[in-house]
């Protein structure tokens, strides 16, 4: 009950010395060293009332009376929270000019560049333009407008892009499943596309878009060596000879059933169709299906989910045409097969599982145990759970409320241990 | 060296107390009001807290004093006396039900609806919007939106909760739930809108109409709102809940052991108030009668019951911190196999309830809800802290209850009344928790039998079995301190005991003491002393004490 201690501990900790410090001085004090008490400074005499104990106390401390700031570590925070130049300088720029991380395909290494963008905070149109540049010394331009744009209510999008890809060291261990680790070469591929496409999506529930463009590739000798060419022989590996320019049309579908909690719960699927036809030759005509399925289970509750994909993507050549190699899907790598290396397996068709056990760490915070198998092959015939490669590893995923941010993995199978650190939902 | 400071303060305090040779109780004791309105002439420093320091440092270290103990701004009732942090409003002095739905308003203190708002700040360009307008009667307010999809679940949070804490004794804005008409908006020429990324720019009218786009309109074209006026006074910024302010003569009370911040969390975990913080109240250095002093307020009660700060209050909010490292040490190990509660709760009515949310009683358990990150005077709270909340809790009856939640108009009746019937149970549930906790005795009186006084959880029917009390009487010397037995304890039923008479020739200073001790073999913490101190007077005996445990 208003303890009479409350005077001598009235004054603020902050602005006193570090608690042993103040120890030293506090008994310095009451053993008559230093500064005398103010109780030794007059003799007061007996207050006679609650109140006037309280008003003493109070002006006691008037006459001490300190500056109240926060410390230096606070006062830098604080004024990087007014002014967030991270989101400043990657998110809305300097007059929309601004900083770019990210962007290019899985394995391209750290990828930096700049950037600018149009109609941040607009709901009707917007458009992106960025260079970009990784360490493996590949270089991307692309332009995007976007009308109306994600913060529109409207149930459909169209867009518009432009993009130049120099990847220069794109790996090739050669077609199909029994492809030796040991043979892996090197090609680059340049490529240029203009696309346009529309996206209908009246509720988070369904989705359908189509596509069109035209894509130009160039494919040339790897940076790094040996070069796809001196390991493999060019005229047996199909679309080295002629590369030729595409019409791309396609179109996709989509169907979310997962609910919209924080760890979403449910299944998803997703088909595609594409079609590559050359502008001069159909000696590469070819037509892509692909379909994916992806489910996520809570054991019980949702901090345990045991989350499925399995995905599959057949590419047939139109009568006696080939599927150029390098528009031929691969698996392996941070968003396929983990254990191995990116670009790892390449063939005309694929099948891809991926299983993983979830557990909620925190809030924003997942571990994850998983296991990964597929296979490439040319044969429709082949497909079915044979043959297939099979890593396993560990893993930690942070969310926000949006989404998965980031991901860390690390893997294994019978090429050894690979560790991917990748941003983006996986699945 | 911690235990050097810990003998230092022994050494301090042996120090006082000997020098003082004060007497337990002075004249004026109980002190119903702390005159902590002494003249501050100089405005203290206008403080502004960083977020992410606040958040993480709270995670990581326990800021406050080393000795965790009672409160100590209690009176000898151990009750708060007036201050300017707290007034004892419902639970001294019945309010009406009209005080209680006015609440902290001033007459005229609604924003004026026919008039132009005129806009002279906007902080963001985010989702929600915030904007400061002056009415035609030149009264300033913090316009608030709801969530687009939750058109009434800010606003309704922050009206309730708004006149729940003022009823229970807090200084807090007046905040009202306003019905904006978009067409009278306007600029103040020259207003700038600051972004997300700390830029500023004119605001324009295009922008405004942008940035209101979303929220959803009324039958005659009106957005729902929350507008909180000024707060009277110059704004200091945020209170911290530990220490003092070094500029502030008035502040010599360590915020962690103020009895109104500690038992705030009884309330805050009644309304589920998660967001209690620093960066949630504010202080205000405010001129009366010509004397200048710093008051303290609650802000931003749009984040209690199922709300959050946008929309439905997350999940796990209330269940633990933040970042709870105890939590996530034990999740990380567990494999899955751990649990956190929050996933095993079975939200009723979400997501259909667009007001009520994450708002429910079946989970709740007082002693384990959590705010957003630890808070100095919350894990400082003791059980008498706790008692003392519960007990003006409770002071709001269920018909008053019902009233207060009427001011959120929540329009659909159904979800109101499971509003209602989910914040009576949480406030049973939470009293008689805390009740169990302590000798739940108190409103103690002289009257004409001898000393009467009530059993709490008797009173609010919760189970009490059938509970004695063991009474004996002392006599208590407040020259020197000492006590002296008068009358051997005796065990009775009555919830009213004789009072002795004191030896003839007994002085002024010579005091009863009744020591009082429930006896119920299911509930074995009732059995905690309780002196009860009565003054003799010239009109009879004045109750002057009441200590609670050993």
Redo the contacts between chains.
């Keep these: 009950m208003f303890s009479p201690a409350v005077a001598a501990r009235a004054r603020s900790i902050r602005t006193r010395p570090w608690p042993p410090f103040r120890a030293a001085l506090a008994i310095a004090a009451g053993l008559g060293f230093g500064a005398p008490l103010p109780a030794q400074e007059a003799a007061p005499a007996e207050p006679s009332s609650r109140a006037e104990i309280l008003l003493k106390q109070r002006q006691e401390k008037q006459k001490n009376l300190e500056p109240y700031t926060i410390s230096k570590w606070e006062q830098r925070l604080l004024k990087s929270e007014k002014r967030p130049l991270a989101q400043k300088l990657f998110v809305k720029g300097f007059q929309g000019f601004r900083a770019v991380i990210g962007g290019m395909p899985s394995g391209s290494g750290f990828v930096f560049g700049a950037g600018y963008l149009y109609g941040l905070n607009s709901d009707q149109f917007q458009f992106t333009a960025n260079a970009r540049r990784s360490t493996r010394g590949y270089t991307t331009f692309d332009a995007l407008a976007e009308f109306p744009t994600r913060l529109s209510d409207l149930p459909i999008r169209a867009h518009l892009l432009a993009q130049y890809q120099d990847l220069t060291a794109l790996s090739f261990y050669g077609l199909g499943g029994d492809s030796s680790r040991e043979r892996r070469s090197f090609f680059q591929m340049e490529d240029r596309r203009l696309s346009g496409g529309l996206t209908y999506r009246p509720g988070h529930r369904f989705e359908i878009g189509a596509q069109a463009g035209l894509l130009s590739v160039n494919i040339g000798s790897g940076s790094r060596r040996p070069s796809f060419e001196t390991v493999f022989d060019p005229s047996a590996t199909p679309g080295v000879g002629e590369q030729p320019e595409f019409w791309v049309s396609g179109g996709q579908v989509g169907f979310n059933l997962h609910d919209q909690e924080f760890r979403p719960a449910g299944v998803s699927f997703e088909l595609g169709l594409q079609r590559y036809d050359g502008r001069d030759s159909d000696a590469h005509d070819f037509t892509r299906v692909s379909g994916e399925i992806q489910a996520h289970i809570p054991l019980g509750y949702r901090n345990r989910i045991f989350a499925l994909r399995l995905r599959s993507s057949h590419s047939s050549g139109d009568a006696d045409a080939e599927v150029p190699f390098y528009l031929m899907e691969t698996i392996g790598g941070a968003r396929t097969l983990r254990g191995f290396n990116e670009y790892r397996f390449r063939d005309r068709r694929n099948l891809l599982i991926n299983a993983e056990y979830r557990w909620e760490v925190w809030n924003y915070l997942d571990f994850g145990v998983f296991a990964d198998a597929g296979k490439v092959f040319s044969d429709s015939g082949d497909f079915g759970f044979s043959n297939l490669q099979a890593g396993y590893g560990v893993g930690a995923r942070i969310h926000t409320p949006t989404g998965t941010t980031l991901r860390f993995d690390l893997a294994r199978s019978n090429e050894g241990i690979k560790l991917h650190i990748s941003g983006g939902p996986r699945f | 060296?911690?235990g050097?400071?810990k003998?230092?303060?022994l050494?301090?305090?042996g120090?006082?107390?000997a020098?003082?040779?004060?007497p337990k109780f002075?004249?004026?004791?109980p002190?119903w009001e702390?005159?902590?309105r002494?003249d501050t002439p100089?405005q203290?420093?206008e403080?502004?807290?960083?977020?992410?320091?606040d958040r993480f440092s709270h995670i990581f270290y326990d800021f406050g004093?080393?000795q965790y103990g009672e409160a100590?701004?209690?009176?000898?009732l151990?009750e708060v006396p007036d201050s300017s942090w707290y007034t004892n409003r419902h639970a001294k002095r019945r309010m009406s039900l009209e005080e209680l739905v006015r609440g902290p308003d001033s007459p005229g203190g609604a924003p004026d609806r026919e008039g132009v708002w005129t806009v002279f700040r906007s902080k963001t360009?985010g989702l929600t919007p915030g904007f400061q307008i002056e009415d035609r009667k030149g009264d300033r307010y913090v316009i608030k939106f709801n969530a687009p999809e939750n058109p009434e679940i800010n606003s309704s949070s922050e009206v309730i909760a708004t006149k729940l804490f003022y009823a229970l004794g807090y200084n807090v804005p007046e905040n009202y739930l306003a019905f904006i008409d978009p067409s009278k908006l306007e600029i103040k020429p020259g207003t700038k809108i600051k972004?997300?990324?700390?830029?500023e720019e004119l605001l324009t009218q295009d922008q405004l109409r942008?940035l209101i786009?979303?929220a959803q309109r009324e039958p005659d074209g009106t957005i729902r709102v929350t507008a909180s006026k000024y707060i009277d006074g110059v704004p200091l910024g945020p209170h911290r809940y530990f220490?003092?302010?070094?500029?502030?003569?008035?502040?010599?009370?360590?915020h962690e052991n103020r009895r109104e911040l500690r038992g705030l969390r009884v309330f805050s975990s009644w309304v589920n108030h998660d967001d209690t913080r620093a960066q949630n109240s504010q202080d205000a250095w405010v001129e009366e009668d010509g004397k200048h002093y710093v008051r303290h307020y609650l802000l931003d009660l749009g984040s209690c019951f199922g709300s959050g700060s946008i929309g439905f209050q997350?999940?796990?909010l209330s269940y633990h911190y933040?970042?709870d490292l105890e939590?996530?040490k034990k999740?990380?190990k567990?494999?899955?196999l751990?649990?956190?509660t929050y996933?095993?709760v079975e939200w009723p009515h979400y997501p259909e309830y667009k007001t009520a949310g994450r708002f429910e009683a079946e989970s709740y358990r007082p002693h384990e809800w959590r705010n957003d990150y630890r808070n100095p005077a919350f894990v400082r709270m003791t059980d008498r802290d706790a008692f003392w909340a519960a007990k003006i809790m409770m002071a709001l009856e269920p018909d008053e209850l019902r009233a207060l939640v009427r001011t959120g108009l929540i329009s659909d009746p159904e979800e109101e009344q499971y509003f209602y019937a989910v914040l009576l149970e949480r406030q049973r549930k939470t009293a008689e928790f805390y009740f169990n906790r302590v000798n739940p005795l108190d409103q103690f009186r002289v009257g004409g039998a001898g000393l009467e006084f009530t059993h709490l959880s008797e009173k609010y029917g919760f189970p009490s079995g059938a509970p004695t009390y063991r009474i004996g009487w002392s006599l208590f010397d407040n020259r020197d301190g000492t006590y002296r037995e008068l009358t051997e304890p005796q065990q009775q039923k009555e919830r009213v005991v004789a009072i002795p008479a004191r030896p003839r020739g007994s002085g002024p200073e010579l005091f009863l003491v009744a020591e009082i001790h429930t006896l119920e073999p299911d509930h074995p913490a009732w059995n905690q002393r309780i002196g009860v101190t009565l003054r003799p007077g010239s009109g009879g005996y004045e109750i002057v004490g009441i200590e609670r445990g050993p």
């Design positions: 060296m911690r050097l400071w003998l230092s303060t050494l301090l305090l120090i006082s107390a020098a003082l040779g004060a002075y004249p004026d004791d002190v702390d005159n902590d002494l100089e203290p420093a403080l502004e807290l960083s977020d992410i320091y004093s080393r100590e701004n209690v009176n000898t151990d360009q972004d997300l990324y700390g830029d942008w786009r979303k220490e003092t302010r070094s500029d502030d003569p008035n502040d010599v009370i360590p997350l999940p796990w933040w970042m939590l996530i999740n990380a567990s494999f899955g751990h649990t956190p996933h095993k």
